[in-house]
């Protein structure tokens, strides 16, 4: 773990950084650290089932998305320290707590601290959820072949230009979905088992005001390179300004009913089956509320 982590190079940037001694661009150093890790009932219904995602939150983040909802602890730092022994305990109290399966949210910095937490878990092992923004190299990915059962990352932009623009990565299509056919190809089509995913992929796809016909070209392209069977999408209208979208005057409202439906349109024809969300969960209050002390 060590050596991964004294130059680092599990995302995309490629900082390079010796994170023992300094911070990385994710903004963390080799200490894990997470903000909250509770049970999560609105996750879609086969990530969730009855009791709920075993959801926690990593600090950090390798994007820079101007309007992200948990920009408390992707870009502003909150969180608490945990050895990876503690990390190994956090993912058992969630098994006690009757969690469905251990959600991984923003997970990519900490990767061989994770894996090393899972080992310490042997046969106890839940399914494995992996929720990621999506930028991510296929060379982390092969690091969480038989971690991993789930694969849950956002597919953001098609344009590079809104991708620079929005998240300060240019490139972010290009390594995404190079990254999603390395984790379909690494788990396969979907599997269930009494409702709830063991084993796939869920692409989540978020869409932003004025940004319909980039979200209709992302699915399209999805299609290229993916058969329906393949994967299931996640169709999300909970877009609401935060953060930083105030900066970009064309980020300063909700999707409308138009631009989600025409997009929705665009999924009905490439075949995908999916999750689609109610429009009326663009709400502030679905943030959860993050820490920076232990609580638990």
């Known amino acids: 773990m060590s050596d991964i982590l004294s130059s680092c190079r599990l995302c995309p940037r490629e900082c390079g950084a010796d994170r023992r001694v300094k911070r990385g661009f994710c903004g963390e150093s080799d200490?894990?650290?997470?903000?909250?890790?509770?049970?999560?009932?609105?996750?879609?219904?086969?990530?969730?089932?009855?009791?709920?995602a075993g959801t926690v939150f990593?600090?950090?983040?390798?994007?820079?998305?101007?309007?992200?909802?948990?920009?408390?602890?992707?870009?502003?730092?909150?969180?608490?320290e945990l050895s990876v022994a503690q990390l190994r305990d956090c993912f058992l109290r969630l098994m006690d707590m009757g969690a469905e399966n251990i959600e991984l949210?923003?997970?990519?910095?900490?990767?061989?601290?994770?894996?090393?937490?899972?080992?310490?878990?042997?046969?106890?092992?839940?399914?494995?959820?992996?929720?990621?923004?999506?930028?991510?190299?296929?060379?982390?990915?092969?690091?969480?072949?038989?971690?991993?059962?789930v694969y849950l990352p956002d597919l953001k932009y098609y344009s590079c230009e809104l991708s620079r623009r929005y998240s300060a990565a240019a490139d972010y299509f290009?390594?995404?979905?190079?990254?999603?056919?390395?984790?379909?190809?690494?788990?396969?089509?979907?599997?269930?088992?009494?409702?709830?995913?063991?084993k796939g992929v869920i692409v989540r796809h978020l869409v932003l005001p004025h940004?319909?016909?980039?979200?209709?070209?992302?699915?399209?392209?999805?299609?290229?390179?993916?058969e329906p069977q393949d994967i299931v999408l996640s169709l999300m209208s909970q877009y609401t300004p935060m953060y930083k979208a105030a900066e970009f005057k064309e980020l300063g409202r909700r999707v409308s009913s138009f631009e989600y439906e025409s997009v929705l349109a665009a999924v009905e024809k490439a075949g995908f089956d999916g999750f689609f969300q109610e429009r009326s969960s663009a709400e502030e209050d679905y943030v959860p509320e993050f820490f920076d002390k232990k609580y638990y």
């Open 58 to 80: 990593f600090t950090g983040c390798t994007l820079r998305c101007c309007y992200c909802q948990n920009y408390e602890i992707s870009s502003l730092g909150k969180g608490f």
């Open 211 to 226: 940004c319909r016909k980039d979200s209709i070209k992302l699915i399209e392209e999805l299609r290229e390179v993916f």
């Open 105 to 149: 949210v923003s997970p990519t910095q900490f990767v061989p601290q994770i894996t090393e937490a899972l080992d310490m878990l042997g046969n106890e092992r839940p399914t494995v959820v992996y929720n990621s923004g999506g930028y991510e190299k296929a060379e982390t990915i092969e690091m969480l072949k038989g971690y991993v059962d």
């Open 174 to 198: 290009e390594k995404a979905i190079t990254a999603i056919r390395a984790m379909q190809k690494q788990v396969g089509r979907p599997v269930y088992e009494n409702a709830l995913m063991k």
């Open 31 to 52: 200490k894990v650290r997470i903000s909250r890790a509770e049970p999560h009932h609105w996750e879609e219904p086969p990530i969730s089932g009855k009791g709920g």
